[in-house]
């Protein structure tokens, strides 16, 4: 088992009780993920929810200065800037290296302690113009899940956060625990950062109007050389069609779903098994080594063999 990294989560008053809810659940709840989390206020004790309820922090802004990574969950109102104290750890606990992560509304803590001035950055779709206006130096996308900038990162409104913490998991230990825990509390484990916060349509407007089995059914035939038609065919209906519901249910388009998947099931080889990277190429969809090459280190920064020497089973 991997060194204990620690996460202090800084929950700020009328915190949003889901945001907060997320890191303690991926983080701080399974005995295989090596994580302690503890969660830090303004103060320690008693801190009222936006929802009206209260939770209780186990320790003030000096909570952060032992901390590996620092995660601000959202709260309200967003335009309320944090007292001096709480501003100065957030600084200080940047830098002496921590990683620094919020979810939704927590991106203006850390865009007013400066954290985030210069950086890609991300919140709720609803609260991105006023990040972009009172923060003129971040360069706000407000069309995304989360943002991954290296030792900063940001996520999207509420259930975001759910996408950005597996990220976070998946960086840190590979896909094979990330999926682990995605089963655990019953989500898809892998939603790149740059799908769509909002979709059009969420919720099929008729019975048996989703994509999702055939997507399942692609899932299962990733080494087949798949194209919208082939995937249109088996939704019976036509390629324009299906490319315009597959967008609207996923927020992607279909090619970019696609390669999504093959690049999460030859993560999940590399870990897991001891086939070699043709085999791996060929199995995942991709055809050549090289072409697996080629778009592992784009969505994951590296290479096959480095990864798999990360994050290989021992």
């Known amino acids: 088992m991997p060194p204990t990294h620690r996460i202090a989560v800084l929950a700020l008053d009328a915190v949003v009780p889901l945001d907060l809810a997320i890191p303690a659940q991926v983080f701080g709840n399974y005995a295989e993920v090596p994580y302690t989390v503890t969660v830090c206020g303004a103060a320690a004790g008693p801190l009222r929810t936006s929802a009206g309820f209260d939770v209780v922090t186990q320790a003030g802004p000096e909570g952060l200065a032992a901390a590996d990574t620092v995660l601000v969950p959202g709260f309200t109102p967003h335009l309320r800037v944090p007292d001096a104290p709480v501003l100065d750890a ?182 897991s098994t001891d086939a070699g990277i043709d085999e791996i190429a060929h199995r995942c969809g991709f055809g050549t080594a090289a072409n697996l090459r080629k778009h592992f280190r784009r969505a994951v920064s590296t290479t096959p063999t480095a990864y798999r020497r990360a994050f290989a089973a021992t």
């Open 90 to 271: 957030l600084r200080a606990a940047q830098a002496r290296g921590a990683r620094m992560v919020s979810i939704c509304t927590g991106a203006f803590a850390l865009a007013a302690a400066g954290i985030l001035d210069g950086r890609r950055a991300t919140t709720h779709w609803r609260d991105a113009a006023d990040l972009a206006a009172r923060h003129p130096r971040i360069d706000v996308e407000p069309g995304v899940l989360y943002i991954d900038d290296g030792d900063v990162l940001t996520s999207a409104g509420v259930a975001a956060g759910l996408d950005l913490c597996l990220h976070i998991l998946r960086r840190d230990h590979g896909a094979a625990l990330a999926n682990a825990i995605a089963r655990r509390i019953v989500v898809p484990p892998h939603r790149e950062g740059g799908q769509a916060q909002y979709v059009d349509r969420p919720v099929p407007d008729h019975a048996g109007g989703s994509l999702a089995d055939t997507r399942a059914w692609a899932l299962t035939r990733l080494h087949e050389p798949l194209t919208v038609r082939t995937l249109a065919a088996h939704a019976h209906v036509s390629e324009r069609t299906f490319a315009r519901r597959f967008s609207a249910e996923t927020g992607v388009p279909v090619l970019r779903w696609l390669l999504a998947q093959r690049v999460d099931a030859a993560r999940a080889a590399l870990e």
